[in-house]
């Protein structure tokens, strides 16, 4: 695999694609539609097991909530690649971020950038994104984050 493909730049992150992760109630983690793949929200797991629970601004921190973003993420690209493998991605169009919300915590931008980080060294340029980073009261399972995608794909 060559690191100029979206699996050769996860290699060279030390990053490798988890298994897809179960749905928790009736849904499937990826759908193509045409020349587009759309992911269900996704939650910061690894193993199966919500990695924190919380409010980003109380229980956690925006720097850790950050980081459950990004696992987030690399959950969602997991889904895409079940559905169409990743190398297939032309380009990242559009992540939606949610963030579970203490009262007056206002950092979601920041906290999404998680998720946008990791697709930019994932992707390039390819990984530029429009995006929404959204606040909310609460999660399923009460995870501090979760992250959906949007790609289009090469055929």
């Not at 950050?66 to 889904?79: C, E, F, P, S």
């Amino acid at each position: 695999m060559s690191a100029a493909t979206p699996t050769g730049r996860l290699a060279e992150l030390g990053l490798t694609l988890p298994p897809v992760a179960a749905p928790l109630a009736s849904y499937v983690p990826a759908v193509r539609s045409g020349q587009f793949v759309f992911t269900s929200g996704q939650l910061p797991t690894v193993g199966g097991e919500l990695l924190r629970t919380g409010k980003v601004g109380a229980d956690v921190t925006p720097e850790d909530a950050k980081d459950l973003a990004r696992v987030a993420a690399l959950n969602a690209l997991a889904a895409v690649d079940s559905v169409v493998g990743l190398d297939n991605v032309a380009r990242i169009v559009k992540v939606v971020g949610f963030v579970s919300s203490a009262p007056g915590f206002g950092g979601q931008p920041g906290v999404v950038n998680g998720a946008s980080e990791l697709l930019g060294e994932v992707f390039g340029e390819s990984g530029r994104h429009a995006r929404s980073a959204v606040g909310v009261s609460d999660l399923p399972i009460d995870s501090p984050v979760e992250v959906e995608l949007q790609v289009e794909v090469r055929s």
